[in-house]
């Protein structure tokens, strides 16, 4: 790194504490996406090679002689293989910013189309001041009225004004966000389960509470969100969880299932494999560039901020990929001078091809990131342009679409904010930081960070990677995961069954871990356990269903499930939707509203309706510990006032140990999502060997769980958490 970075003065304030860094979160968005050496959270580095690149991501360009000039002022010494950590590069950016707008820590204080709302962060008494950029409420609110007017349940709430606090009103009975997560992931709520008519306060939250657990099964990351703030209407928090759900809804059709002509973009040397490993913003600039090269520019994509700000690369991209017959033309390249005039200009060409979404002709010439590159999914989605390959072109496609399973484990984990983000579960997982993350949920201070290789160089990178999953499985053989025959290179190689088999431990031991906060009984419910709860549960409501197993066939039709949860929770479930008859469309049809129900009072489900109708066993077993965890949690019917409590009940903080008898384990110190029981999903189809192996796994695992004494934790006076003693 810098050693003699001339900037570290001006980042002095006060006492001493570090200023706030100037770099947006849009910004660390974009140089994440930029460059592969750079973490989400800050972490990384950036070559002084690269850093007339960098500088044009946070959109101040400078031509070469200044950037090499800056260089020999500032870094000299260090070497033409130098890099800068992002708290220099940070540095710089507010050290040039200053001097290219003297006024510019004013001028942040007036932006225009942005709001600066004040509150106070969960994890200290400061003032934590939030900003909400209008552009983004604008730009959700047009595509919600696009997508979701004609929608008979909706008629009262849209469409949305695009300015006031209409959008921020109108989500506090769930309704919109329910249909904004069926939009983006199709299917995935029973609507039939969603409170729809003369809506009360507690009618209301039951809605709010079934949104955000939808959320999380499909891999939205909720972070200290509840019921209330959506309720309330936080902006910040509201917007937050609008994108993410946009975000999966355009991104879930780019991949080569959806469009086999994505094998257009492998360059020499590739196979459909590295094409995998690819985030859906790399996909995407590649598409661009791609549709570039056809139309002979010169020009490329490398962000979706300072290089999409003259509108040029859209103007060509829209012909490229316009049939003949939408009358696409060049014209906006005619305007010099005025980006604004040249971006709206473009957005009339976009129009053509009905594609006119998220993007003002402001928003694109200011380069906001989040917009953008909305922009251009929306482009791919429409008009991907992309020929299908013959037979003769590529290879065997067999493996390449993601099984049940294994998108319901990529979820878990998105939900739980693992960094970097998973989009393909075996690439994502071979260097064993997202595995080392999990742990630390499961039971914070069982990794040893110092052991953990979290950057890799070109020369032994590869080493580095099989040394952390080598780790990472012995870190699972301390928690007695059953993991004979696996090794680390095996997790680094992406082996399917052996991966799987160790991430379904993951799984079900954070699920019996959250169980037992719940039962605050300190030790890991087993299998048999849980059964003889839901009997009990079933028996004392008075109903007769009965759980054998969670390979008990009789399970299939969901029956069980929905009188275990009308137990739980009296009167939620409606018996004239549930089907008698027992053909495979009547099971499925109760599954779905079985986990529904299920996550509509509260309960953090993930499997999937085919799970129970199936009768995965690993799945059930989550199911069911869910609904037991679920139980040992006040009624939403049965509290006071609405707002008194949230409504997504929160299992006990994280800080709480996973360990043995005596142990005391210190928390970590970063601060988690509030942990919840998260199945795992099925197998799909053509993995039957997989399966095999890994229902063997499942049986080692049924027998009796190592006992697990946990230390739940209580409020202070202060509403600090503080250890509460065993004795």
Not at 184 to 204: C, F
Not at 591 to 613: C, F, Q
Request: net charge negative; with cysteine.
């Amino acid at each position: 790194m810098a050693t003699q970075g001339a900037y570290d003065q001006n980042m002095q304030n006060g006492a001493g504490g570090r200023r706030p860094s100037m770099l947006t979160q849009d910004q660390m968005d974009e140089l994440k996406t930029t460059f592969d050496s750079i973490d989400s959270n800050g972490d990384g580095a950036i070559q002084l090679s690269e850093l007339q690149k960098a500088l044009e991501v946070v959109g101040i360009k400078l031509p070469q002689y200044q950037v090499r000039d800056l260089i020999t002022k500032h870094y000299r010494g260090i070497g033409p293989n130098g890099a800068l950590s992002i708290t220099e590069f940070d540095d710089l950016y507010n050290s040039l910013k200053s001097q290219f707008e003297p006024k510019y820590k004013e001028k942040v204080k007036h932006v225009e189309n942005v709001q600066q709302i004040h509150g106070m962060s969960n994890a200290s008494n400061y003032d934590v001041l939030h900003t909400v950029r209008n552009e983004e409420q604008v730009a959700f609110s047009d595509w919600i009225n696009s997508n979701l007017t004609e929608d008979k349940d909706l008629r009262k709430l849209l469409p949305l004004q695009r300015s006031g606090d209409d959008l921020y009103s109108k989500v506090d009975d769930g309704l919109i966000i329910c249909k904004l997560i069926n939009l983006a992931v199709p299917d995935t709520i029973d609507e039939r389960a969603i409170n729809k008519k003369q809506l009360n306060a507690y009618t209301k939250r039951e809605n709010l509470t079934l949104a955000l657990n939808s959320a999380r099964a499909i891999g939205v990351n909720i972070v200290n969100i509840d019921a209330d703030d959506l309720a309330k209407g936080k902006q910040h928090l509201v917007l937050g969880l609008l994108w993410q759900i946009i975000r999966i809804g355009l991104f879930s059709q780019i991949d080569l299932v959806h469009v086999p002509g994505l094998v257009r973009l492998l360059r020499d040397g590739e196979t459909l494999a590295d094409l995998q490993k690819l985030s859906p913003e790399q996909i995407l600039i590649r598409w661009v560039n791609y549709h570039l090269e056809q139309a002979g520019v010169d020009r490329r994509l490398h962000n979706f901020t300072s290089d999409v700000m003259d509108s040029e690369i859209y103007t060509y991209l829209l012909k490229q990929i316009g049939p003949v017959e939408r009358g696409v033309t060049l014209e906006p390249l005619t305007i010099s001078g005025d980006n604004v005039r040249r971006a709206e200009s473009m957005l009339k060409e976009a129009d053509k091809l009905s594609c006119r979404a998220f993007v003002t002709s402001n928003d694109v010439a200011n380069g906001v990131y989040k917009l953008n590159l909305a922009f251009v999914a929306n482009l791919f989605n429409t008009w991907p342009g992309l020929k299908p390959p013959g037979e003769d072109e590529v290879g065997d496609l067999v493996g390449i679409e993601e099984t049940r399973e294994e998108r319901t484990y990529r979820n878990w984990m998105n939900s739980m904010g693992v960094d970097p983000y998973v989009n393909w579960l075996y690439a994502d997982l071979s260097n064993g930081v997202i595995i080392f993350q999990l742990y630390d949920i499961i039971k914070p201070g069982h990794v040893d960070w110092k052991k953990v290789v979290r950057k890799f160089k070109k020369l032994g990178g590869m080493m580095d990677q099989i040394q952390n999953c080598n780790y990472a499985v012995e870190l699972g053989k301390k928690l007695r995961f059953s993991l004979v025959g696996i090794q680390g290179k095996d997790i680094y190689d992406g082996n399917r069954t052996l991966t799987l088999a160790l991430v379904w431990q993951l799984m079900r031991a954070y699920t019996l871990t959250v169980l037992a906060h719940c039962t605050k009984s300190g030790d890991l419910a087993t299998d048999k356990e849980i059964i003889d709860w839901a009997n009990k549960k079933l028996r004392s409501a008075g109903k007769q269903s009965v759980v054998s197993s969670f390979q008990d066939t009789k399970l299939s039709d969901a029956r069980t499930i929905i009188d275990l949860i009308d137990s739980i929770q009296p009167k939620v479930i409606d018996y004239s939707l549930v089907r008698e008859g027992g053909t495979q469309e009547d099971k499925l049809a109760n599954a779905k509203y079985a986990v529904t129900v299920a996550r509509k009072i509260g309960a953090k489900v993930y499997a999937l309706p085919e799970d129970i109708v199936e009768v995965k066993p690993k799945m059930l077993l989550t199911v069911f510990a869910c609904l037991m965890a679920r139980d040992y949690q006040p009624n939403m019917r049965e509290q006071s006032p609405p707002h008194a409590q949230p409504s997504v009940m929160a299992a006990p903080s994280p800080t709480t140990p996973f360990g043995n008898g005596n142990q005391q384990q210190k928390a970590s110190p970063v601060r988690q999502e509030t942990p919840s029981p998260i199945p795992a999903g099925p197998n799909g189809n053509g993995h039957h060997q997989i399966e095999e192996q890994q229902e063997a796994v499942y049986h080692q695992q049924s027998s009796p769980v190592p006992e697990y004494v946990q230390r739940p934790t209580h409020n202070n006076d202060d509403g600090e958490e503080e250890e509460k003693d065993w004795d």
